[in-house]
């Protein structure tokens, strides 16, 4: 059985939400969902929202959780971080060469 992997995107993420919010179970969202339950637990512990003045809007919020994957997929980018990194990769494949 071959396996693919595909990140979480927006419709997933309001679904879960929508899903936590009527108290369906974390086995169940993944079941539904068709991924692993421990992708859906580091869903909500990554990308939970915490409101330190209003404690009451804590909780798991899809278009703030997409926000906070992106923010950390952007920010592991190497390569658009470093520009230098880039122009000597890309110089080095250039003549052949296989990172």
Known sequence: MER???QI???DRRKIAR???AGVGVDA???KLGR???TIFRE?????F???????LTGYYCVTADGFAKERRRRYRKLVRHPQLRAAIIE??????SP
């Open 4 to 6: 693919t992997y595909s």
């Open 50 to 56: 915490q409101d330190v003045e209003m404690p009451d």
């Open 92 to 97: 080095r494949i250039k003549h052949c060469w």
């Open 9 to 11: 995107d927006l419709d």
């Open 44 to 48: 909500l512990r990554r990308n939970r």
């Open 19 to 21: 899903w936590r919010q």
């Open 36 to 38: 692993h339950r421990s």
């Open 29 to 31: 969202i993944a079941e």
